[in-house]
């Protein structure tokens, strides 16, 4: 694959441009009304409805972060099913390389954004904590919630189902964005801005240069070489 340099730069413009127009201006500008309507409205909810309460209880639970993950997996293995052995190896590779680059896009940004702030549920006073309503295990609220490291997750999943499996899985790469990192948002862990500024900002400036670049591919056939696959694993019962 050829590098893609304009369409690169524009892209990495676009998220530049997108985190500073929410951290430059006193107060996240326009950001901040629309984070905290977005976060009061929902957690108002929380005492209005047993089901909505019950329901981003449940989405915020350590084992709903593993459907996401069952999720991601079974997108990939509609594709690994159709495939013959060295095409199911490559759909494996290619997830090898998306968790790397998953791993060091998430470093970089939470290394190089300039912002520590915590999360709405511990940033505003009177507010309800799903936790304290149902002392049940849930996470409802973050410290240092900016990126969104599960959105960021997320998205570059998305990025890599567009580049190797096309629009269709690219478009229920992004479903799944929705399903699995706004639970976050609902429950009061993360802003909103969190996602669709700290973590599309991050991924518009750092995934290009994975994907619109040799860099993915070169990854991917650097893993074919090394790893060992069972043709060339010694068979020790002879």
Request: with cysteine; glycine share 6%; proline share 5%.
């Amino acid at each position: 694959m050829t590098t893609r340099l304009p369409l690169i730069l524009l892209l990495n413009a676009a998220g530049l441009a997108l985190f500073l127009c929410w951290y430059l201006p006193v107060n996240h500008g326009f950001w901040f009304p629309l984070d905290a309507t977005i976060f009061h409205f929902f957690n108002q909810q929380l005492v209005k409805s047993d089901a909505f309460l019950w329901l981003v209880a449940l989405t915020n639970n350590r084992a709903f972060d593993a459907c996401s993950l069952l999720a991601m997996g079974c997108l990939m293995l509609s594709f690994w099913l159709k495939e013959d052995k060295t095409g199911r190896r490559r759909i494996i590779i290619i997830g090898l390389t998306m968790l790397l680059a998953a791993v060091v896009i998430n470093q970089l940004a939470q290394h190089l954004m300039p912002v520590k702030r915590a999360s709405p549920s511990l940033s505003f006073p009177n507010i309800y904590r799903v936790s304290e309503l149902l002392h049940i295990s849930t996470k409802d609220a973050s410290k240092d919630s900016f990126p969104g490291d599960h959105g960021m997750m997320l998205l570059i999943f998305s990025g890599f189902m567009l580049r190797y499996f096309g629009k269709k899985a690219f478009g229920i790469a992004l479903l799944i964005v929705v399903i699995f990192a706004f639970p976050r948002v609902m429950i009061g862990a993360h802003w909103l801005t969190d996602i669709v500024v700290g973590s599309l900002s991050a991924v518009l400036i750092g995934l290009p240069w994975v994907l619109m670049t040799p860099m993915s591919d070169k990854i991917i056939a650097l893993f074919d070489r090394y790893l060992p696959s069972k043709s060339n694993i010694p068979n020790t019962n002879n």
